[in-house]
C-alpha cells in the first residue's frame, strides 16, 4: 500500500553495514548503504531518506559532523550507532541533534524498535502539520467568504447610495436638514447649511434604513 520507508545506512565496517541493511530489507524497509561520510551526504541529498542510521567513527569525518550537516535541512529522524559508549560522545551526537544513540554491539530486535519509534514520532508530526495546513485553509476560507460577503454589501450599498456614495439618509426632521451618509458606517452630517457644529449625531446606519433606490 505505501512506499517502503528508505533507511539511509552510513557505516564503514562492511560487515555491520550488510548486517543492518539485511536486517532492514526483512522487514520491509528500503536501505541505502554509504561507506563514507561523503557518500552518506551525497546519498541524504540525492535520495531524501527518511531516516539515517548513523556510524561517528567514519573514515573521512566525524558523525556529529554529518549530523550538524544534515540538521541544516532536514528534520528527519537520525539514530547514531556507534562503538563509542563514553558519556560525552552520545551527549555530543545528541545535542548536534540526534534523537538516538545506539552502542554497538546490539541486537536486530532493538534496532528495529528504535527504527520503528522515530519514524512514528515523524508520522505523528506529519500528521500534526496536516490537521495544523487543514485548519488554516479552512480559516482562510472563511475569511474569504466574509470578506466577499462585506464586498457584496458595500456594492449594494453602493447602488443605493448612488456613484458618490452620497445619499440623504433620512427624510428632514421637521424644520431641518436632511441627513447625509457618506459611508455606511460613518457619522452623520448634517446638510451644509447647518454646518458641522450644528450637532452632528452619530448614528448606527442599519441596512434597513438605506434609501431603496439608487439617487
Ligand atoms: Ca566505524
Not at 554509504?34 to 535520495?47: C, P, R, T, V
Request: hydrophobic share 40%; net charge negative.
Amino acid at each position: 500500500m505505501s512506499e517502503k520507508r528508505t533507511i539511509l545506512v552510513i557505516e564503514d565496517e562492511h560487515a555491520i553495514s550488510n548486517f543492518i541493511c539485511r536486517a532492514l530489507s526483512a522487514s520491509d524497509y528500503k536501505p541505502l548503504a554509504a561507506a563514507s561520510g561523503k557518500e552518506g551526504l551525497s546519498l541524504f541529498f540525492s535520495h531524501g531518506p527518511d531516516l539515517v542510521l548513523l556510524d561517528l567513527g567514519l573514515p573521512d569525518m566525524d558523525g556529529v559532523e554529518i549530523i550538524k550537516k544534515i540538521r541544516g535541512w532536514s528534520n528527519l529522524p537520525i539514530i547514531v550507532v556507534s562503538a563509542r559508549s563514553e558519556d560525552s560522545d552520545k551527549v555530543a551526537a545528541l545535542d548536534a541533534g540526534a534523537d538516538d544513540y545506539l552502542t554497538k554491539p546490539f541486537s536486530v530486535e532493538e534496532l528495529l524498535a528504535r527504527v520503528r519509534v522515530a519514524l512514528r514520532r515523524v508520522r505523528y508530526e506529519d500528521e500534526l502539520r496536516d490537521r495544523f495546513y487543514e485548519e488554516e485553509r479552512l480559516r482562510q476560507e472563511a475569511l474569504r467568504r466574509i470578506r466577499y460577503d462585506e464586498a457584496l454589501r458595500e456594492q449594494e450599498y453602493a447602488r443605493r447610495c448612488g456613484p458618490d456614495h452620497r445619499a440623504p439618509y433620512a427624510a428632514a426632521p421637521e424644520g431641518g436638514y436632511p441627513l447625509y451618509a457618506s459611508r455606511r458606517d460613518d457619522r452623520f452630517d448634517r446638510a451644509p447649511a447647518l454646518g458641522r457644529d450644528g450637532g452632528a449625531a452619530v448614528v448606527q446606519v442599519r441596512e434597513a434604513d438605506l434609501p431603496q433606490t439608487a439617487a
